[in-house]
């Protein structure tokens, strides 16, 4: 009798044991994730308020070429950034369409101002309008 209590007391101390080791891994898990949720949920706000000022300075760009018809191309590199880094999967997919859509208009329009030496001003002027529509809607989608 004495070789099957050592038995019992083995198994019983083993599966605490197998539990304690369990629950060590499981809150250990659960507590890096929710660092990395905080981390990334941080990054998000700093990358969505980024964007928001760069469209902002955008729309200012756009009032000031169509008040002066200097027609001048757009920079794109704070969302090329976004895309190069891999970080805009921090944000919902209807936003990253909205913005991608909105950055499209900007490249398209210095596209056009590349390709013709002298291009028409009602196109770009167009194209300017446009891009501000675009731009007021992803600017509405940040706020």
Same mark, same amino acid.
């Given at each position: 009798m004495s070789k099957m209590?050592?038995?019992?007391? %083995? !198994?019983i101390e083993s599966t605490i044991l197998a539990i304690i080791i369990y629950s060590a891994m499981f809150v250990d898990h659960w507590n890096s994730r929710r660092v990395q949720k905080i981390e990334d949920n941080s990054l998000r706000k700093k990358i969505l308020m980024l964007i928001k000022e760069d469209l902002t300075r955008k729309m200012r760009f756009i009032n000031e070429s169509t008040k002066y018809?200097?027609?001048?191309?757009?920079? +794109?590199? %704070?969302?090329d950034s976004v895309?190069?880094?891999?970080?805009? +999967?921090?944000?919902?997919?209807?936003?990253?369409?909205?913005?991608?859509? +909105?950055?499209?208009?900007?490249?398209?329009?210095? #596209?056009?101002?590349?390709?013709?030496? #002298?291009?028409?001003?009602? !196109?770009?002027?167009?194209?300017?309008?446009? !891009?501000?529509? +675009? #731009?007021?809607?992803?600017?509405? !989608?940040?706020?």
């Open positions: 209590a050592d038995w019992n007391y %083995v !198994i018809k200097d027609y001048k191309p757009f920079f +794109t590199d %704070v969302w895309i190069i880094s891999g970080k805009q +999967t921090l944000l919902k997919f209807e936003i990253i369409q909205n913005l991608e859509h +909105t950055y499209s208009w900007m490249k398209y329009y210095n #596209t056009e101002l590349k390709q013709h030496g #002298t291009p028409n001003e009602q !196109i770009l002027v167009e194209l300017l309008g446009e !891009i501000r529509k +675009t #731009t007021e809607s992803s600017l509405d !989608i940040l706020k």
